[in-house]
């Protein structure tokens, strides 16, 4: 690989968000191992933890079973898995729950906000209204994403969380909400109460 394309070299020249998700895994990983690249195991990291929506919940011994993975390159990813959940508690412990939400909002607009086909997201609070951890439920077509409410309080009861903020985007721009997202928002709100989760 030319210098101009390793993953550093491309990270100190265009930054990190460049870097794609095998990329950023193959910079935190260093190196690879006798008989396979670091290309290799990264690409081997993103099928185990099924593109990163796994990771969070990712232990040292599932790692270590990907070829190439030993418990250093394992506490490496791990660690800056830990990193980024102590960074997100302790700036959403110290905001004042306005100014969090409308922060929230701010980066899920730039995440999903553009996107040209509907996504269901849910974000997971704790008691102290801390991210837990935030999902996409369901990417739809251009109008409609379909999410049935046993998926958005399966992933409350897996992190125990006391909150659940669901979003998503309307590709047209037009934030009105039709028929369908009132009834699935009645359906929510109906079945938050029941459970006493904060909706």
Same mark, same amino acid.
């Given at each position: 690989m030319s210098l101009d394309q390793r993953p550093r070299e491309k990270a100190l020249r265009q930054g990190l968000n460049s870097l794609s998700d095998l990329e950023l895994i193959a910079l935190i990983l260093q190196s690879g191992s006798k008989?396979?690249?670091?290309?290799?195991?990264?690409?081997?990291? /993103?099928?185990?933890?099924?593109?990163?929506?796994? /990771?969070f919940n990712m232990h040292v011994n599932s790692l270590m079973k990907i070829k190439g993975i030993r418990e250093v390159k394992a506490l490496q990813l791990l660690a800056g898995v830990e990193l980024c959940k102590r960074v997100l508690k302790t700036n959403a412990y110290r905001m004042q729950i306005k100014k969090f939400?409308?922060? /929230?909002?701010?980066?899920?607009k730039v995440e999903y906000g553009y996107l040209t086909q509907e996504n269901f997201v849910c974000v997971y609070l704790d008691t102290k209204a801390r991210i837990i951890s935030h999902r996409v439920l369901a990417i739809g077509t251009l109008n409609e994403a379909c999410v049935h409410p046993r998926d958005v309080f399966k992933e409350a009861y897996l992190q125990n969380a006391a909150g659940v903020i669901c979003v998503h985007n309307h590709p047209s721009g037009d934030p009105s909400p039709?028929?369908?997202?009132?009834n699935m928002t009645k359906q929510l709100v109906s079945i938050a109460k029941m459970n006493g989760i904060q909706l």
């Open positions: 008989d396979r690249s670091v290309f290799d195991i990264a690409q081997d990291v /993103l099928i185990e933890t099924e593109g990163l929506s796994q /990771l939400l409308r922060m /929230l909002f701010s980066g899920l039709s028929l369908e997202d009132i």
